[in-house]
């Protein structure tokens, strides 16, 4: 069974509206969870690295005004997109750290599909 | 952050075997590399995972040259259910901090 989900799967939203995605380690405390976007057609890009109890790390190009992350507990991370725009639909996917769990491997969550209308 | 490089696409026919080369020239001592399946509009589930030489579980196996620069990935007697895109991932176990590269996507043909 899923070991990281993801809430909601799938979100329908206005332009200028906010919208919280949540991503969630099940059976194991993740101390470090990643969120990534993902276009049509294209590869997983990495976003911000998300660290219980600090503030995240975001990747080059990526505003944290923008994508706001929260990682208050150590098997909750929350991706707010602010002011959504059209050109913020795509996939968002969340991973968490296998080490904590005593794996090798990251855990993905199923994704969650924002569209911006 | 070790690079790879993989093809961007292949056919397969049911039934064959598939091997995915992915090209990882400056990876790091501490460096693994782990192979990921993703269907559409889903998450990247976990293939395997590998440091050196060969390892083998119920869904493939990885080949890994004595210098690491690339590593393949062997899928036996692939069916239409594995059409999908493969990625190949290299980064430190501990850490996990990872970048896609463009993955293959692999269309099985009946």
């Known amino acids: 069974g899923a070991v990281v989900s993801q809430h909601p799967s799938w979100v329908i939203c206005k332009s200028g509206t906010s919208v919280k995605i949540e991503c969630r380690s099940l059976d194991f405390q993740a101390t470090t969870m990643f969120w990534y976007r993902q276009f049509p057609k294209q590869s997983l890009m990495l976003m911000a690295t998300?660290?219980?109890?600090?503030?995240?790390?975001?990747e080059q190009g990526v505003e944290k005004d923008k994508f706001l992350i929260n990682h208050a507990s150590l098997t909750l991370s929350t991706l707010t997109v602010t002011s959504a725009h059209p050109e913020d639909s795509s996939f968002y996917i969340c991973?968490?750290?296998?080490?904590?769990?005593?794996?090798?491997?990251?855990?993905f969550g199923e994704g969650s599909r924002l569209t911006v209308l | 952050l070790a690079k790879t490089t993989q093809p961007i696409s292949m056919d397969s026919y049911e039934g064959q075997e598939v091997n995915i080369t992915c090209s990882h020239n400056?990876?790091?001592?501490?460096?693994?590399i782990t192979w990921y399946q993703q269907f559409p509009s889903q998450g990247p589930r976990f293939i395997i995972q590998g440091y050196k030489t060969k390892v083998t579980n119920e869904v493939a196996s990885l080949f890994i040259p004595a210098d690491r620069k690339s590593s393949t990935l062997s899928l036996p007697r692939v069916s239409l259910s594995d059409t999908a895109v493969y990625y190949c991932?290299?980064?430190?176990?501990?850490?996990?901090?990872?970048?896609f590269g463009t993955g293959t996507k692999l269309q099985v043909i009946p």
């Open positions: 991932l290299v980064g430190d176990r501990g850490y996990q901090k990872v970048t």
């Open positions: 400056n990876i790091a001592t501490n460096d693994y």
């Open positions: 998300s660290n219980e109890g600090s503030k995240a790390t975001y």
């Open positions: 991973s968490a750290s296998g080490t904590d769990r005593g794996s090798g491997e990251l855990f």
